[in-house]
């Protein structure tokens, strides 16, 4: 009932007097998130939660999640959450079975904690492959997982660029589905790529044509073949012209790098003249760093739905931040807002997103720079009291 009433006390506010109510986008009203919503996460991907913490201006809430020598998951939620909106941060990334169980049993604890709303908010959705049955006696665990996390408790989902959209029909609650389609366009039409061409396969084509209309270039589609139950897919032919070109090579995600790779391949015996490569979510299983390594790629763009170890880091690959895409997002749910501004490609709140991702990066370098000084002062005061 809390939540309702905030909705509509939200409605009745007067519009901000803020240039940048054109999109709506990074105003600091408070009124935006409300007393009644309530920011948690597990341990899948912390940093994105903190990052869609700041862009709202909220804490995260506490919590206690932790495995037990027996590998059994504990989860104790220290915060009063009744009737709460509670959004839920937890992409299903590796350790994958681990970070779906904390999902599962963090959504049981809130609906026993009497919140008023869980939206499971899951910007990577794990087992996205297994969307239908291809071969005999196999499963659709993708359904499987919708039905888990509907039979735990959750309320919506809130989730961002699906293997396949018809992952939203294996819920029976409400799904919103972003997309980063606009964020990683918007990186490649600021470094001004001279004749470029989109390169993508049949099951991305939908979502690649609207990556190719933003940058104005063709769009060439790769015939591929999976035969093995691998990571590996053979490309039998480029539909389309590339000679001459340079190539952007467009997909949902990087998992071991093996397509990518044979598709670089591809290309390079059609005489492009330089490659590109940009996903949503960059998985980056072994040994993907390796075949990204030594792939004829200038850049590889991701976003940071999954989190990137530091061992994983390649001077080549570049990280655009989701954080107020997903923050933005969690905001118009909460107040009953329309959330279709934000699958628009509508230039000023693209531009703003990038920008906010772009301040919050450099703020935080300059904590981390403070951060390093003042340990160094306090070392060195140390030691020189030890000297005295």
């Known amino acids: 009932m ?21 999109s709506g986008f990074g105003i600091a ?36 999640v932790f495995e037990f020598a027996n590998e059994n998951i504990f989860v104790k939620i220290l915060d009063n959450v009744r009737e709460k909106d509670v959004f839920l941060i937890q992409p299903t990334c590796s350790p994958v079975q681990k970070s779906i169980m904390e999902l599962l049993i963090m959504i049981d604890a809130f609906k026993r904690a009497s919140a008023g709303r869980i939206t499971a908010v899951v910007p990577y959705y794990a087992y996205g492959r297994s969307d239908k049955k291809d071969q005999p006696r196999v499963p659709i665990t993708a359904r499987l997982i919708a039905d888990m996390i509907s039979v735990a408790g959750a309320d919506r989902l809130l989730t961002m660029d699906l293997h396949q959209g018809q992952i939203q029909g294996f819920f029976n609650i409400p799904v919103d589905e972003l997309t980063a389609v606009h964020l990683l366009s918007e990186h490649f039409i600021r470094k001004e790529i001279e004749q470029p ?22 769009l060439a589609i790769i015939e591929k073949r999976r035969e093995a139950n691998d990571d590996r897919a053979e490309v039998l032919n480029v539909i389309g012209e590339v ?6 090579i467009v997909d949902d995600e990087i998992d071991t790098a093996g397509t990518l790779t044979e598709i670089t391949r591809a290309l390079e015996r059609e005489g492009v003249s330089e490659m590109f490569a940009c996903a949503t979510h960059g998985v980056l299983s072994d040994p993907a760093t390796d075949r990204i390594r030594n792939a004829n790629l200038t850049e590889v763009v991701i976003t940071d739905t999954i989190p990137l170890p530091a061992a994983k880091h390649l001077p080549n690959i570049k990280v655009v931040p989701v954080a107020p895409l997903i923050g933005e997002a969690i905001s118009r749910i909460h107040n009953g807002q329309s959330v279709g501004a934000l699958f628009s490609s509508e230039i000023q709140l693209v531009q703003e997103m990038i920008q906010w991702g772009e301040n919050d990066r450099t703020k935080n370098a300059l904590d981390g720079d403070s951060l390093r000084t003042r340990s160094g002062s306090g070392e060195s005061a140390t030691a020189a009291a030890l000297a005295g």
């Open 2 to 22: 809390r939540c309702r009433i905030q909705r509509e006390k939200t409605r009745d506010r007067p519009a901000p007097a803020d240039p940048r109510a054109v």
């Open 243 to 248: 000679r001459g070109k340079r190539a952007i």
């Open 197 to 218: 061409v989109v390169v993508t396969d049949l099951g991305f084509a939908k979502r690649a044509r609207t990556f190719a209309e933003l940058l104005n270039a063709p």
């Open 29 to 64: 009203d408070p009124g935006r998130t409300g007393e009644t919503l309530e920011l948690y996460t597990g341990n899948a991907n912390r940093e994105l939660a903190e990052n869609i913490g700041n862009y709202l201006g909220i804490r995260l809430g506490r919590c206690e």
